[in-house]
């Protein structure tokens, strides 16, 4: 008995000297040498306690597929024209379906072999006849669509980490969930409007040419040319502050895009003192530029991020070094987050916010102060009422209490979980619930006493008797705690695991523990008496 | 120390028609209430919106800010004190919007162009998509019933099933009162709401277990006596830690309560109401409800309870 009272001893003060070690850098992290400091990392704080923004994009895969389709039908052009295959119209019908109308029989087979050989993943339809033409129908196969959306929502994924890790967040978290959408948590940021802007713009890249024949003000009036699209670029004036929109009539046929980019550097023009972009091409980009700088010296050309254009200057010779600038009116910042953008890459298809919770720091250092103090507070009414109720056994109870919460921040900071508002909550609820254990143990003990046996035994029996209880009773919680977090988000699991961990540290000290300090107290003090 | 005297012998059993009574009118209560406001009322977690906090330097009204947001075109707001701070408030929209932080930018230009420049602190800034709305309030749904489903299956395995219902109508009963007392107090339902919903569940059966461990108990120790009298008993038995542990128990969540801040409050709240309706229901609900099932099955049942005393061996 006594040297296994030794034993368990030892192994209480290991676990004492283990929780020590962990939760040291969490409360004196400046005072430890660094070999300490890095091996234990701090508790982490969740965004509402350290502040920072907490985002939900969902990712329009149908937009993916749409455009997708899109790329389809101008390859499909351009194979048919090389085969020489004459077609009335090749065209997007619905969201997943293409049409290609052709004039006879001959063409249709023709039409027919070359989809087949050319895009496999095309499912041909029935055809409809209409009007002598002969009309081709093509649908993406399910599998196909569903392949698409995947792929996706993985590229934006990419694409967003790529340009959270250049906008420097510390400890980011970018994670993919169900339903296309992508989970993003920026802790401590301090311009959370910034990073809405650098993360939902889609960055779409294109150089288009101007149409020069066409007069704008009559394409805002709705006389627009087949071909050519109506866009506005945005002009800033400097002294005003006011932003006008003019209207740009472009051909719909991309010359470029921006998947060819190398790189995307800030530069300052120094006639103007104005920031631009400066982009370069990689080599297939390069040449692209060259080629069509070439054929189109002396027209415009306009460069069009996300169906706005940036600028639309005049090609005044052959470009061959394969880079290119962006001017606008932009300040230094908005330059330094398009180059951001444009040196991360584009999304794959637009997205949308479908959540942000933006915690200020003050509001989260203000939830530490009130759930320190609340847990402060209901600590010591619980101690005072044990010591009331129980006496010197009430003494051990606490010593059980004041343990049990050491123990449940070392393990927050073992197990790397994240401590939350509500998983404070948890822990003070836990503060209460802990004492239930021994609570369960004396009660026991009593009985025993009062039915005439001596402190050990009753001791003996106590303990025996309330273990199945308190394992039953806490089962039952640990349960619900774990389906919490199952189904939770964010500060919620917080409060699942802080819940989980408060109910395992507490099984631990008032089951454990607290035996050891009666043994010690029976066996080497020789008392003879409990004071319960 | 003792509160309750060891040889203790209320007559809990017996007061089962008034305890049904009391449950009756409270769960009727809640349900009245929540059926005239329509329905739970969902904070932003569950039905979608957007969400502004706003600290001032000096106490004001609701009714001024409302006031000074009148000009932005908003759709109708809610103005409401954050917690018991005069000088802090949440500002709550129902529409939402992808230029939350544009939105929650102009309102503060707007009421410090009211309240004076620097004076406005912007403290929390949420918007919750009505998707998203929709998909946590299933999750939140599925949590509960999951929570519930996977009890009584545990309580069934680790006692018996007439346990288990007891234990299952006694929680069901404690979340419908709380839900009932939150419509009742204007109190709005979010995620950590959820939280306390399961805390509840889980504190609750914590307690019922405890009872029901000891009427297993008393089955195998006293079984010529009636399970009425054997479930009596239990009860008294365990009254001592039942009055204690809750005691306790809620001492902290009182300090939650009065201490914790403005956004643990309501949470508090369902925990204070869960853990006073929990133990009531655990001496009251649970219990009658095992004798119910009982005498419903008739005498058969006797024997069944003596044998069963085996299962706590495992």
Not at chain 1, 3 to 9: D, T
Not at chain 1, 353 to 364: A, D, F, M
Not at chain 2, 1 to 11: A, E, G
């Amino acid at each position: 008995m006594s040297k296994s009272l030794k034993m368990r001893g030892l192994f209480v003060l290991l676990c004492v000297v283990v929780a020590l070690v962990s939760l040291a850098p969490t409360f004196a992290k400046d005072a430890l040498p660094d070999w300490w400091a890095d091996s234990f990392d701090p508790i982490h704080l969740g965004l509402d306690l350290q502040g920072g923004m907490h985002l939900v994009l969902g990712v329009e895969v149908d937009k993916a597929v749409e455009s997708r389709l899109d790329s389809i039908v101008d390859q499909t052009e351009a194979l048919l024209r090389d085969k020489d295959i004459i077609y009335k119209r090749v065209s997007r019908t619905s969201d997943d379906r293409l049409a290609i109308t052709v004039y006879d029989q001959e063409a249709g087979g023709q039409v027919d072999a070359l989809m087949q050989d050319n895009f496999p993943n095309l499912e041909a339809l029935t055809l409809t006849d209409s009007g002598g033409y002969i009309q081709k129908n093509y649908r993406l196969s399910d599998k196909e669509i569903a392949s698409i959306k995947d792929y996706a929502v993985r590229q934006a994924l990419e694409t967003l980490r790529n340009r959270v890790d250049q906008f420097g967040v510390s400890e980011p978290v970018l994670q993919r969930q169900s339903n296309n959408r992508i989970l993003i948590q920026l802790p401590g940021i301090n311009d959370p409007q910034r990073a809405i802007s650098l993360l939902g713009k889609t960055a779409r890249l294109e150089f288009k040419m101007v149409a020069e024949d066409v007069d704008p003000q009559e394409a805002v009036k709705g006389k627009l040319p087949p071909g050519t699209q109506l866009l506005y670029e945005k002009r800033v004036d400097r002294r005003s502050g006011t932003t006008t929109e003019v209207p740009v009539v472009v051909y719909d046929k991309t010359v470029m895009t921006g998947d060819l980019l190398s790189d995307a550097q800030v530069r300052i023009d120094s006639r103007f003192n104005e920031p631009y972009v400066a982009i370069d091409f990689n080599s297939v980009g390069a040449k692209r530029f060259d080629q069509v700088t070439a054929a189109n010296v002396g027209k415009r050309m306009a460069i069009i991020l996300d169906d706005t254009v940036y600028s639309a200057p005049v090609i005044r010779e052959r470009i061959s070094g394969g880079s290119a600038q962006i001017s606008g009116s932009f300040t230094e910042q908005e330059a330094t987050d398009l180059a951001i953008v444009l040196r991360a890459g584009s999304l794959p298809a637009p997205v949308k916010i479908l959540e942000n919770r933006t915690v200020g720091p003050s509001l989260g250092r203000d939830s530490i102060e009130q759930g320190a103090l609340s847990a402060l507070v209901g600590a010591i009414l619980v101690i005072l009422a044990m010591v009331f109720y129980y006496r010197w056994s009430g003494l051990v109870a606490n010593m059980a209490l004041v343990l049990n919460l050491f123990f449940i921040l070392a393990m927050l900071s073992l197990f790397k979980a994240t401590l939350t508002m509500p998983g404070i909550a948890g822990i003070v609820l836990t503060l209460g619930m802990a004492v239930d254990a021994n609570v369960l143990i004396f009660e026991r003990i009593r009985e025993e006493l009062r039915i005439g046996k001596p402190a050990r035994t009753a001791l003996d029996a106590g303990f025996a008797k309330a273990f199945v209880t308190i394992i039953d009773a806490n089962v039952t919680t640990l349960l619900a705690a774990l389906i919490l977090f199952q189904f939770g988000t964010g500060p919620v699991k917080g409060f699942a695991v802080t819940l989980s961990v408060g109910i395992i540290a507490s099984l631990f000290t008032a089951i454990f523990v607290s035996r050891v300090i009666f043994d010690y107290f029976l066996d080497r003090r020789q008392v003879k008496r409990l004071s319960i | 120390m003792q509160i309750v005297k060891p040889d203790i012998n209320i007559d809990f059993v017996g007061k089962r028609k008034l305890a049904m009574i009391i449950s009756g009118i409270l769960i009727l209560i809640g349900l009245a209430s929540l059926v005239v406001k329509g329905g739970p009322n969902y904070g932003i977690d569950f039905a979608g919106g957007t969400l502004v906090q706003v600290k001032f330097q000096e106490t004001t009204k609701a009714a001024r800010i409302k006031d000074a947001l009148k000009q932005l075109d908003l759709g109708s707001i809610i103005v409401q004190q954050f917690g018991d701070q005069p000088n802090e408030f949440l500002i709550k929209a129902q529409n939402t919007s992808d230029e939350l932080e544009s939105l929650s930018q102009t309102v503060k230009t707007t009421l410090e162009k009211s309240y004076g420049e620097g004076k406005v602190d912007l403290r929390r800034a949420e918007m919750v998509g009505p998707q998203v709305g929709k998909d946590l309030r299933q999750k939140g749904l599925m949590a509960v019933v999951w929570a519930i489903v996977g009890i009584l299956i545990y309580i069934t395995w680790r006692f018996e099933f007439r346990f288990g219902m007891g234990a299952l109508v006694a929680t069901v009963h404690d979340v419908l009162i709380t839900l009932g007392a939150f419509s009742l107090f204007n109190k709005e339902i979010d995620l950590p709401i959820i939280a306390a919903f399961l805390a509840i569940i889980g504190y609750s059966l914590n307690d019922t277990i405890i009872v029901c461990d000891r009427i297993r108990e008393n089955m195998g120790k006293h079984s010529k006596d009636g399970l009425p009298s054997i479930v009596n008993r239990s009860i008294n038995e365990t009254l001592s830690r039942t009055i204690l542990t809750s005691g306790t128990t809620l001492l902290v969540v009182f300090s939650l309560f009065v201490f914790g801040g403005g956004v643990i409050h309501n949470f508090a709240f369902a925990m204070l109401v869960g853990i006073l309706i929990g133990t009531y229901s655990s001496i009251f609900v649970a219990s009658p409800v095992i004798l119910l099932w009982e005498e419903r099955k008739g005498k058969g049942g006797q024997t069944a309870a003596a044998t069963s005393g085996g299962g706590k061996n495992r």
